[in-house]
């Protein structure tokens, strides 16, 4: 508990602008992690991965931790230092600020994806005839208003917003009264490669936890600690996943529903109804609205981290609109279920290049020249 | 006045300095040796204003003069506690008298500000010094119970426009040493006076620190009521939400003293401010913790349901009707459509017109001697919204949804979250109508975002929620029993952080003995 640390050495608040403690680095994992993804995702992995869809999230969670490991190790060498301040540290400014922009232009084109998915299922179980554009600028200008309160506010705010994701909990697991728990079984009764290929589905939707690469200089612990407060994050949200794809496979006969339902989640909950209270999946789309701004939220400060890094002494804050502005732009492009596809095509290699690949091989470049952050103790 | 007005400009500079070192940086004007001179300098200072009085005296073959102002000084006891015992002393004792009784002082500024304070002011020919006696005419309202925050249960004291007798109160409250008063004054030209108490053991250096050095940093000609100084003080302006909280109770304030909070009072007001403030002690009463703690819980509650309510209801009833009506269960919509089929506007406009007009029967109705005011009450209350309905011009459903959003709003205690309440739920009412629950969604994002950056003097405004503190939600939308409240409030950031240990000890070691 840092925060109570400041609060009874009693210094103000100057020295601790912008800090985050532990546990808010576990919220602000999870809801990066949990986004637009939660409600596609268990019919993604069920048309691959048939009924073992459960077995391919958790795969999935067991990949992202490895990637996490990777991570980790490459933060803990350089501990006050972003990965966009370790990249021209390593590779020398040029090539630096290169990846830095390829960074900052990746975190745009995924963030603008997660609002195109977004608008698009707004559209077709909100608002269908109010323009994308409007829902898009909504959800940007809270947004940038989320975020350019600076760190330490936005952790606030995503613990504040973290009861939402118990409460859809609850609401799916309500529906699991009318579930066929033989629908799973044979467990296993697909290949392991289609249990992999399922594993590639879902391990898309875990992304999110990169943003501790970006983070990490903000949080108030060690390095172990931080360790165990990302590790906890990711276990949640593997769990929550792999509940969801669970809880889906068991109401909806595989083969068959599923692949019909490109939502299932809000097909099942859809279904029933209260007594004060019908088509209950508009009330759960609202909560999960805000789950998805916090995602796209986190997206929108990663790029625009990314834009003020190349320059100096101007904060990341003046670039938000502009930022924002490019969202919308991009979003706007996809028009068709079909341009989500090749969106993701294109995106597919660079989720490789930019979350696994860069950070795993400038560990191995610090380990090899074993450059390292000069840590002053005491 | 261009004088005076010259002098404090002139000073200005040094008390921002050293605020509490004020009576030396003060410009010094000697007392004349003549008592002509002396003269001429107060109708000067006063530029000859009509109720400056000047009367000579003769004391035992002593020429002297004697100065107040008509319009501060008590003239019974000008008589009683000046000239009486002067006359009557033994004539070598008259110096004495003088000594043990007045104040004395050689600066003729000094006497100035003490006039203006409502005191006498004695000079004598030939003599170095004046003397000086506070005269002042008392016409304080008795201490009585504030009319905007009643309690059923509790004290029924509540704050005066005299700072002293609020002191007075909260020292005769805090019976402790450790009870510390600063004075401050601020004011370019005209200097009002308040007054900073806290608890010395417990109150967070820092945040006086950073209280005086925004008082420091005013610079306004004149203060005259807290609502100035709370918006010159304050992190945020631009928010909806008090980040100060002011109270006329003084049992609040001395709750809020004991957590290790600050209070500031202001001369002539009878509201005290309370710095640092979370949103949640906007929801407290002193009733809660007077009654049981389950009954105390169960209020609270009630009031954060009836933000909920106040700040959503009429958005999400739009939401409903425009958007969304497949929500509604069959056995519902049968009502709501006859009571809506008929009605000639969109909803929004139906809930734009009747929660505008509560508004306007409340702002017609504060202002107003208390039996007008419910004549108001009832043409507003009972004819518009019967008639209304009459008419066919605003639905029955959508009455009853403003009548519940109106309590609701007025269930919060302190008016100044009430205020902010209401005026959230236009804009979310708006949302609502443009977008659905999609901006409903949105808005209360917004709001709830804008709660997490608010700060009051440095303590995140929205504390213990957010940063989250498992410990303190004690005393937030519940109330616990009082034995559990073994620390204080993170928020408040006293010193010492153990209140108590073992509240109930006897029963404690009842159970050990067992």
């Known amino acids: 508990m840092i925060d109570n640390l400041w609060l009874e050495d009693g210094s103000l608040m100057k020295k601790n602008k912008n800090k985050v403690t532990n546990k808010q680095l576990v919220f602000m994992i999870i809801q990066a992690q949990i986004g637009v993804g939660i409600l596609s995702l268990p019919h993604d992995v069920a048309l691959v991965a048939k009924q073992d869809g459960w077995i391919s999230t958790l795969l999935a969670g067991v990949i992202s931790q490895v990637i996490i490991l990777i991570i980790w190790g490459l933060c803990r060498r350089f501990p006050s230092l972003s990965l966009y301040q370790i990249l021209p540290n390593l590779l020398g400014k040029v090539l630096g600020k290169f990846i830095t922009l390829s960074y900052a232009l990746y975190f745009m084109v995924t963030g603008s994806l997660v609002l195109a998915r977004y608008s698009d299922i707004i559209d077709k179980w909100i608002l269908p005839r109010t323009p994308n554009w409007i829902t898009m600028v909504l959800v940007l200008i809270t947004c940038i208003y989320i975020v350019g309160a600076g760190v330490t506010s936005i952790a606030r705010f995503y613990v504040l917003v973290s009861p939402i994701l118990f409460l859809l909990i609850v609401l799916i697991s309500y529906s699991l009264k009318d579930a066929n728990f033989l629908y799973i079984f044979p467990i296993g009764g697909t290949d392991l490669q289609t249990i992999f290929k399922g594993t590639k589905e879902a391990a898309f939707s875990m992304l999110g936890f990169e943003l501790f690469l970006f983070i990490h200089p903000f949080v108030q612990a060690s390095g172990k600690g931080k360790l165990k407060a990302i590790t906890t994050a990711n276990i949640f949200v593997t769990t929550y996943y792999t509940f969801m794809v669970f809880a889906s496979l068991v109401y909806f006969e595989t083969n068959t529903d599923i692949a019909l339902t490109p939502e299932p989640l809000l097909y099942m909950i859809k279904a029933y109804s209260f007594q004060v209270l019908e088509r209950t999946d508009l009330f759960f789309l609202s909560l999960w609205l805000i789950v998805v701004a916090t995602s796209i939220a986190n997206w929108l400060f990663l790029s625009a981290m990314g834009f003020a890094s190349l320059f100096k002494k101007i904060p990341y804050t003046s670039f938000l609109p502009l930022v924002a502005g490019i969202y919308l732009v991009l979003a706007l492009l996809p028009d068709q279920e079909r341009d989500f596809e090749s969106f993701n095509k294109f995106l597919g290699p660079s989720h490789y290049i930019f979350i696994i690949m860069i950070p795993f091989l400038l560990l191995i470049v610090s380990l090899v020249l074993s450059k390292k952050e000069e840590v002053n103790r005491g | ?514």
């Not at chain 2, 006045?1 to 002098?7: A, D, E, W």
């Not at chain 2, 236009?426 to 700060?455: D, Q």
Request: net charge neutral; proline share 5%; glycine share 6%.
């Open chain 2, 1 to 514: 006045m261009k004088l005076t007005s010259l002098i404090f400009n002139k000073s200005k500079n040094k008390d921002t300095k050293q605020n509490s070192s004020q009576q030396n940086s003060q410009p010094v004007q000697e007392v004349l040796r003549t008592l002509e001179g002396n003269t001429s300098f107060f109708k000067q200072a006063f530029s000859g204003s009509d109720d400056l009085k000047i009367n000579d005296i003769n004391v035992r073959n002593r020429s002297g003069i004697l100065v107040y102002l008509e319009t501060m000084a008590d003239k019974e006891k000008i008589q009683k506690n000046i000239l009486k015992p002067i006359m009557e002393a033994e004539p070598n004792l008259v110096e004495d008298v003088l000594k043990s009784t007045f104040q004395k002082s050689d600066n003729l500024f000094h006497a100035q500000r003490e006039l203006l304070n409502g005191a006498c002011i004695l000079l004598f020919e030939g003599s170095k010094e004046c003397y000086m006696l506070d005269v002042s005419i008392s016409k304080d309202r008795p201490v009585q119970e504030p009319s905007n925050e009643q309690v059923i249960q509790g004290s029924h004291e509540g704050f005066v426009e005299n700072l002293l007798t609020n002191l007075h109160l909260i020292r005769k409250a805090l019976k402790t040493p450790n009870l510390r008063m600063e004075n401050l004054k601020i004011g370019d030209q005209i200097q009002s006076q308040i007054s900073l108490v806290y608890r010395e053991d417990l109150a967070n250096k820092e945040l006086i620190k950073e209280f005086k050095k925004r008082i420091a940093g005013i610079s306004i000609d004149y203060i005259p009521s807290f609502g100035y100084l709370q918006e010159l003080i304050e992190d945020s302006t631009w928010s909806p939400f008090p980040q100060i909280l002011y109270t006329e109770r003084v049992d609040r304030v001395v709750g809020h003293l004991n957590e290790g909070r600050v209070a500031v009072f202001i001369e002539g007001s009878p509201s005290c401010l309370l710095i640092p403030i979370t949103f949640f002690a906007f929801f407290h009463s002193p009733d809660d913790y007077n009654s049981r703690w389950i009954i105390g819980s169960f209020v609270r509650s009630l009031r954060f349901l009836s933000i909920v309510i106040a700040v959503n209801l009429p958005a999400v009833y739009i939401a409903v009707i425009g958007f969304h009506f497949e929500v509604l269960p069959d056995e519902l919509i049968l009502p709501v459509i006859s009571s809506i089929r008929n009605i000639p506007f969109p909803p929004l406009i139906e809930a734009l017109v009747m929660e505008l007009t509560i508004e306007l029967i409340r702002e017609a109705g504060v202002r107003l001697p208390s039996r007008i005011g419910q004549t108001i009450g009832i043409v507003g209350g009972l004819v518009i919204g019967d008639a209304v309905v009459r008419a066919g011009l605003i639905s029955n459903t959508m009455i009853v949804v403003v009548a519940i959003t109106a309590v609701a709003a007025y269930s919060i205690p302190a008016s100044a979250m009430s205020d902010a309440v209401r005026f959230l739920r236009f804009i979310l009412m708006l949302l609502a109508s443009t977008f659905g629950f999609v901006g409903i969604a949105f808005g209360t994002m917004m709001i709830l975002s804008h709660l997490c950056r608010l700060e009051s003097f440095g303590t995140p405004y929205f504390s213990p929620w957010a940063p989250f503190h498992f410990k303190d939600l004690k005393d937030t939308f519940i109330r616990l029993p009082i034995w559990k409240f073994n620390s204080r409030p993170f928020d408040a950031r006293s010193t010492t952080n153990d209140r108590q240990s073992m509240a109930r000890g006897w029963k404690f070691n009842e159970k050990k003995q067992k």
